[in-house]
Structure formats: structure tokens, C-alpha cells
């Protein structure tokens, strides 16, 4: 089993509508969420980080379900520019990182 | 915010030849740089973890032998790719981690390079 798992999309989504996606995680005892985006032949950048207790920045909505052991990244009212690869990126300890596949939203006019 | 810098960003090389990528951090230390390589349309694949003053550590199915890692410094690590074959044509990137931030765990990226072996 992958330590990150995503679904790779795409999602395909007009302008205005609301997309979500999860990213599960194999181990339990993983300490740091983040998600990255990337676009299209382009390094990948953070978007923003996962706290436990949930949190926003403007239209995006990021959840921790340690539980279940997933997160989530909710995207509202999308915009075009919102037409990326969304990386979900665990960490376990300083040094060791994995990395989801990448879920692809493509926001169409 | 963090600076990662990678040169080259275009490289177009012979078959045969040997191509050195270098990853700098411009405003922190970072003890660790990881390189990844990424096919077209495919995901970031982790190739390495470059540690400062020790030898770098490989993911399974990597070769050490062809892929070269130098972590000479806090702030510089390089990629060489040894005797380069049309299939090692990608995009290569790497990434660095703020030793006084690690507790974030968030990751810096450089532009990336993209190599093409003819």
C-alpha cells in the first residue's frame, strides 16, 4: 500500500462550482499535512498547510480527519486559475516526506 | 519567503555525456535537499535524500552509480547524471527543508530542470 494515496482526477469543474478531494495517509503516527499545488511544467508550491482543528484561507477549505486518517482540500466558488495538480504532501519526523500522486482540477469557462 | 535555486533550467545534452544540476538554498541552511524527477503528465517521483556531509540515500530502483549526489555544503546540492541516455530525459527537481523550520515541515522547491538527451 502507498504511504499517500490521491485520487488523480481529473476533476473536472465550471467556473463558480465547489470541488473537493481527499488524500489518505498509511501512517498512523504522521505529524505534518500540507498541500502543494503544481501547475503544468512548474515546481510545485505550497498552497497551504493542514491543522487539526481545520482551516481556511480564502476559498479553500483544508481538513485533518486523524481518525480515518485522511485530509481534504475543498476549493469554492473555482476559478479558472484554480486549473492545477493539487500534491498532498505527509510528513513523519524531520526528515521523512511523502508525497500523494497529485489530484488534477481542470475549471472550465 | 525561502529561496531554492536550481541551474541549470534547460539542459540539452548528447547521449553519453554527464549533466550536473546544482540546488542552492540563498537564505537558509538545509542539512537535507531531496531530488525528485517527473515524467510528462506523471507524479513527482522522491529519487533522493542528499544529507550534508554524508552519502546521499537512494529510493529503491534508483541507481547511485548514475545519479550522483553532492551535498557540499549547508546550502548547495548537486545532481549528476552520468552517462545520460535518451530515457533519462525529464524534469528534475529538488527541494529543500529550513533547518530552523523544520518543525513546519514545509518544503521548498526549486524551478526545476529539465533535461533533454538526444
Known amino acids: 500500500r502507498k504511504e499517500v494515496e490521491q485520487d488523480p482526477g481529473p476533476f473536472n469543474v465550471p467556473e463558480g462550482a465547489t470541488v473537493a478531494f481527499n488524500c489518505t495517509y498509511s501512517?498512523?503516527?504522521?505529524?505534518?499535512f500540507f498541500w502543494y499545488r503544481q501547475d503544468c511544467r512548474k515546481e510545485p508550491k505550497l498552497l497551504m498547510s493542514?491543522?487539526?482543528s481545520g482551516n481556511e484561507d480564502g476559498r479553500f477549505t483544508a481538513q485533518l480527519n486523524r481518525a480515518s486518517q485522511y485530509i481534504s482540500l475543498l476549493i469554492r466558488d473555482s476559478k479558472l486559475s484554480d486549473s492545477a495538480t493539487y500534491l498532498c504532501v505527509v510528513t513523519l519526523g524531520d526528515y521523512k516526506l511523502s508525497f500523494g500522486a497529485g489530484t488534477t482540477v481542470t475549471v472550465r469557462a | 519567503g525561502a529561496v531554492v535555486s536550481q541551474h541549470p533550467s534547460w539542459v540539452i545534452c548528447k547521449s553519453g555525456t554527464s549533466v550536473k544540476i546544482e540546488c542552492r538554498s540563498l537564505d537558509f541552511q538545509a542539512t537535507t535537499m531531496f531530488w525528485y524527477r517527473q515524467f510528462p503528465k506523471q507524479s513527482l517521483m522522491l529519487m533522493a535524500t542528499s544529507n550534508e556531509g554524508s552519502k546521499a540515500t537512494y529510493e529503491q530502483g534508483v541507481e547511485k552509480d548514475k545519479f550522483l549526489i553532492n551535498h557540499a555544503s549547508l546550502t548547495l546540492s548537486t545532481l549528476t547524471v552520468t552517462s545520460a541516455h535518451p530515457e533519462d530525459s525529464s524534469f528534475y527537481i529538488c527541494?529543500?527543508?529550513?533547518?530552523?523550520?523544520?518543525?513546519?515541515?514545509?518544503?521548498?522547491f526549486g524551478e526545476g530542470s529539465r533535461l533533454t538527451v538526444l
Open positions: 493542514v491543522y487539526s
Open positions: 527541494s529543500a527543508r529550513d533547518v530552523k523550520r523544520l518543525g513546519t515541515g514545509e518544503l521548498f
Open positions: 501512517n498512523s503516527a504522521s505529524q505534518s
